[in-house]
């Protein structure tokens, strides 16, 4: 398939080039809309108690988790004063007449002491908007500012969970644009320096570009038949410029090779597509393969990314393999310059290496692990306003609260249950639970086992004869455990079939779906670049170790998360707020990312090592030669990959950070100190074991074209 691919790229270039362009026009023109039909997520798992929790109430009680909340501070210092009251009532008025607004409760309508500050100059107004994500932030983009406002008697703030996600979103679309600015120039200068040509630097950068829109164009076109979230843009940009820029160093480096040894032009591209070609698709194979991984979790926000993975890898494979020949056929003469060094300091230490393997791997080994052991402290959390950056208005009035409020209602459990007697017994028992601050009831409120306030809470029953109770827990509560503290209120004794849910059992049930589905997909990773490692060396012990030491450089990665974002360090330098605990779904995404980043370089590697040992039979020479030849290339393509991902390190959002971070510092570990240190020297120690397979396993190796029959055109 490549030698007729380079073939045509060759016989027919103008026509090649000129569908590329047009093909760049047409995705990017499409491709630059994909924003506007890409959706926002919630934290909710189908399936789960608390998803069905959420239907009844929707369906039954016309209510929901309050996903808006109005902080209201009283001008004269007194939320009880007869002027307050009066001018909160008619706020909380005209904001049930809002876009859908479906439920508003106010601490004006029910005295509830769970909605007052502790000094009585706060209170709050808590609103329900249903719809999608996408509707409701939406909406608020223009409420909010509305809301926002100091009249007279009040000075009101908006904040709640889905003014925090919206604000999470609008810092996320900043971020991309800031790093699309700095990233494409960035990278182009880079490149002008490593090639020294500054056509080779645009042909490459064309290469990614072509990527990159070519992905944004491929998630808008599905986001038409599911949802995407639009956090896959952020990961599109730096994928696809990163791998477009990758695949490019390889091609290019090789068509110079081949032309340095001797090959006409025409035939240098053909040489080029067929070695480098090959390594290009076995990488682009191992890179989707592992984000494809993320499809067997239940959320759209994380297969969002496998659609970006695998529109990365076909953009970014077809822009390298076709257009890139089709353009050295026409323009190779200006990306030619004389062939790499016979040594260097990559090569000079892999050998250095591999002359002391024991020495040499236990220092590196040492480094590593050290690096990594932060990870032994990694605790799961849940994700609150210290997401985004200080002073943001949403998280500023959710500080507000948690330090003048003693309660988090925003944050209620809600128990349904089904047609019941008396629920006073089991309202009085969930009340007596650490981290209960009071349980609203159809018999009343309860706090600390005793009711405080009679019956009237009449929007607890539904028609049908369903009642719900509504548990608040205190800020400590929801700054703590929260699975543990979702776990008592299901754990305790209810009178009969109970669903729990609100935000607090949502998010829990998404962390545990997650961490239940992550041994499939972790499994789904590890067997399926082990069978394409297999496929392109036919050894069965490179794919092993080659796993092991991908491993090694993702500890580090995680180790360096905790080390940072959870601890803290750095914290000031980066500009976050460390919670304490890392987002679950974050590291798993990273997995993905990095480890099919990781054997990306590995299969580079490895394809020249095992080209390099079929032509002279010796393991070290061939060791020497594969990383004299490549390394400076993946040193060059992992420092433009890491500086791509690290352009996220000055954004807002704590995600990204973490991804950007994580992800750059996996790349640069990997291909320094374990591909140039402890790859050559585990091959030193292996030997001749190194090429070993069983022999009904060797048929399914995956053979190269004889490059004289390509040459000739005579391999099909």
């Not at 849940?382 to 003693?406: K, W």
């Not at 030491?549 to 500009?575: E, I, K, P, T, Y």
């Amino acid at each position: 398939m490549l030698t007729r691919t380079g073939r045509l790229a060759v016989r027919r270039s103008r026509a090649v080039l000129i569908g590329f362009l047009l093909a760049l026009l047409g995705l990017g023109a499409y491709g630059a809309g994909a924003q506007s039909d890409l959706d926002l997520s919630r934290w909710d798992a189908p399936g789960t108690q608390s998803v069905h929790a959420g239907d009844v109430l929707r369906e039954e009680f016309r209510t929901g988790n309050p996903n808006l909340a109005l902080l209201v501070t009283a001008r004269d210092g007194d939320v009880d004063s007869p002027r307050t009251e009066r001018a909160a009532r008619e706020l909380a008025a005209e904001v049930e007449g809002l876009p859908l607004v479906t439920d508003v409760t106010s601490y004006w309508d029910g005295d509830s002491a769970a909605l007052r500050g502790e000094d009585g100059r706060r209170a709050l107004i808590l609103v329900r908007l249903e719809g999608s994500a996408t509707e409701t932030r939406e909406e608020l983009a223009s409420l909010s500012p509305e809301l926002t406002r100091t009249t007279p008697a009040l000075d009101v703030r908006v904040g709640g969970q889905e003014e925090i996600s919206r604000q999470v979103g609008e810092q996320a679309r900043t971020d991309f644009l800031r790093a699309e600015v700095f990233a494409l120039p960035a990278v182009l200068l880079l490149l002008i320096l490593i090639y020294r040509r500054t056509v080779a630097a645009l042909l490459t950068v064309a290469v990614g570009l072509f990527s990159v829109l070519g992905t944004l164009a491929g998630l808008r076109a599905v986001a038409q038949v599911t949802e995407v979230s639009t956090f896959a843009a952020n990961l599109a940009l730096v994928l696809g410029l990163g791998l477009g820029v990758d695949y490019s160093l390889f091609m290019i480096n090789r068509y110079r090779e081949e032309r340095a040894a001797g090959h006409a032009q025409h035939e240098a591209v053909l040489g080029a597509t067929r070695a480098a070609g090959r390594t290009v698709v076995f990488s682009g194979v191992t890179v989707a393969v592992s984000l494809c991984a993320l499809l067997v979790f239940p959320f759209f926000f994380l297969s969002s990314f496998a659609y970006a993975g695998v529109f990365v890898v076909l953009t970014a494979v077809a822009g390298a393999v076709l257009f890139l020949p089709a353009a050295l056929a026409r323009w190779g003469h200006r990306v030619e310059r004389p062939a790499a060094p016979a040594s260097g300091f990559w090569h000079r230490t892999a050998l250095a290496a591999m002359r002391r393997p024991l020495l040499a791997g236990a220092g590196v080994l040492t480094v590593l692990l050290v690096a990594a052991s932060p990870l032994l402290g990694l605790r799961f959390g849940l994700p609150d306003e210290r997401t985004l950056p200080e002073g943001t208005a949403s998280r500023t009035t959710s500080e507000i609260v948690h330090r003048e409020f003693a309660a988090e209602p925003t944050d209620t459990v809600q128990v349904v249950l089904g047609e019941t007697g008396s629920t006073r017994a089991y309202a009085a028992a969930l009340s007596r639970l650490p981290g209960v601050f009071q349980v609203d009831a159809p018999e009343g409120t309860f706090r600390q086992g005793e009711r405080t306030k009679a019956p009237g809470q009449d929007r607890l029953t539904a028609p049908d004869g369903r009642v719900r109770l509504a548990v608040v827990p205190t800020q400590e509560a929801m700054r703590g455990d929260v699975p543990a503290f979702v776990a008592g209120i299901r754990n305790t004794p209810a009178p009969g079939p109970a669903l729990v849910g609100g935000y607090p059992a949502e998010t829990t049930d998404f962390r545990a779906t997650l961490l239940d589905r992550l041994p499939y997909a972790a499994a789904i990773v590890l067997v399926a670049t082990y069978v394409i490692l297999f496929l392109m060396t036919g050894s069965v012990l490179l794919p092993a170790k080659a796993t092991v030491l991908n491993l090694l450089s993702l500890s580090v990665m995680f180790g360096c998360l905790v080390w940072v974002f959870q601890d803290g360090h750095l914290s000031g330098l980066l500009g976050f707020t460390p919670t304490g605990s890392i987002e679950p779904s974050i590291p798993v995404l990273m997995f993905c990312v990095a480890y099919g980043l990781s054997m990306d370089y590995e299969v580079f590697l490895l394809a020249r090592i095992k080209e390099e040992h079929e032509r002279t039979g010796e393991t070290m020479r061939a060791v020497g030669e594969g990383i004299r030849r490549s390394a400076p290339l993946i040193t060059a393509a992992a420092g433009i990959l890491a500086l791509s991902f690290l352009s996220y390190a000055t954004g807002g959002v704590v995600f990204l950070k973490e991804l950007g971070i994580g992800t750059a510092l996996t790349i640069l570990v990997d291909a320094t100190l374990i591909r140039v240190v402890l790859l050559p020297v585990t091959m030193r120690l292996a030997g001749r074991a190194n090429w070993w397979a069983p022999r009904p396993l060797r048929r399914f190796r995956v053979k190269e074209a004889p490059a004289a029959d390509v040459l000739r055109g005579e391999y099909v």
